[in-house]
């Protein structure tokens, strides 16, 4: 059986300059001993022990990401993202669905620090960090996902995330424009860092124009119903029908994501109410259903693929630099995408209407 040294010999370079090629670390390597060292792989049909390699570096060539639900399509197309930046830079992807339970949060990271996995991306949000702690504390490397380092000093190693308040500023502001003061928001429990931000993003909004979220006008679901990561878009659904049914119903929803919104279209519909003619509604996010749907939905982008290349490349860089990555605490701004689900409310369109000349 082939070793690396034989690679090295066969293709005319050092030892290390192969142990380069394995690990990715070929950037900077001309494209004709790159070719050479690929040959000679190949040639020589030479597997790198991959357990030698884990015993000189300490861990394995392999990433740990924690997110809430694949169930919710923005998870299901980060996780993809994830991994392929990852597989491009070397490493996999163990992918784990924790549901935003901190203790089955700190259970998958003992499994994966007992795998040698040692950077782990989490997607919760969670509002504080003290749960994995320990785990940070013993050599695990924790990137936070849409989420900032406030309150996770000491814990977390690398961020990347949107600005949430501003995100729910700019719907909040775009509903503001077209008319609407009677302006609900969607979520389930509020016990996350983002929909923390989103939340007193719109509040702090409204209050500009000296408009009140009310408590009618917050709805949070069932305490049973967890996070509904899983089951957004009925809980969505549940909540634009209990909303609309109110003896002062909203004339706007403001989601806290977009399948809540998707599922508040739904129940809207089930009630007779057109979108955007008799109420207009706005998501977050900016998953791929919410330009297919019917009316396109108006939403906050988050830049997902940009996210999650920094996030991989910075938790890399963590994990392979003494010095770390130059900027490890990132946060990019979310953007407005304006479809057809929003609309003047009707009141507002009559009045226009009999101003017209």
Not at 68 to 82: H, M
Not at 123 to 149: C, N, Q, W, Y
Not at 188 to 202: D, H, K, N, Q
């Amino acid at each position: 059986m082939a070793g690396i040294k034989d690679v090295a010999k066969k293709a005319g370079v050092s030892v290390s300059t192969v142990s380069n090629v394995i690990n990715g670390r070929h950037a900077k390597m001309g494209a004709r001993t790159l070719r050479r060292v690929q040959d000679a792989i190949t040639e020589l049909n030479y597997t790198p022990n991959s357990v030698a390699r884990q015993l000189k570096s300490g861990h394995t060539k392999t990433l740990g990401l924690v997110v809430p639900s694949v169930a919710n399509p923005f998870w299901g197309n980060v996780s993809q993202l994830i991994e392929k930046a990852a597989l491009k830079r070397g490493y996999q992807v163990l992918i784990c669905n924790a549901e935003r339970d901190p203790q089955l949060e700190a259970t998958y990271m003992n499994s994966l620090y007992g795998s040698s996995v040692r950077g782990t991306i989490l997607g919760s949000s969670p509002v504080s960090f003290d749960h994995l702690r320990e785990h940070s504390e013993k050599g695990m490397h924790i990137a936070a996902f849409d989420r900032t380092t406030q309150g996770a000093q000491g814990v977390v190693s690398c961020s990347v995330s949107v600005d949430q308040a501003l995100g729910a500023r700019l719907a909040t502001r775009h509903l503001i424009g077209l008319g609407h003061k009677r302006i609900a928001f969607i979520s389930g429990p509020i016990g996350t860092s983002s929909r923390i931000a989103r939340l007193e993003g719109m509040r702090s909004e409204l209050e500009k124009d000296g408009l009140i979220l009310e408590d009618d006008m917050i709805w949070l679901g069932p305490n049973a119903c967890g996070f509904g990561d899983s089951h957004a878009a009925e809980l969505g659904r549940t909540a634009a029908r209990e909303l609309l049914t109110q003896d002062n119903p909203p004339t706007a929803l403001f989601a806290v994501n977009d399948m809540y919104a998707i599922g508040a279209c739904s129940g809207a519909r089930e009630l007779g109410y057109r979108v955007p003619d008799d109420l207009s509604v706005v998501g977050f996010d900016d998953i791929i259903m919410s330009k297919v749907m019917e009316p396109p939905l108006t939403t906050v982008r988050q830049p997902a693929d940009q996210m999650a290349e920094l996030i991989v490349a910075n938790l890399i860089h963590t994990l392979e630099d003494e010095d770390g990555a130059e900027d490890p605490h990132v946060i990019l701004r979310p953007e407005l995408i304006v479809r057809n689900s929003t609309a003047a409310p009707k009141s507002h369109r009559e009045r226009s209407h009999r101003a017209m000349p």
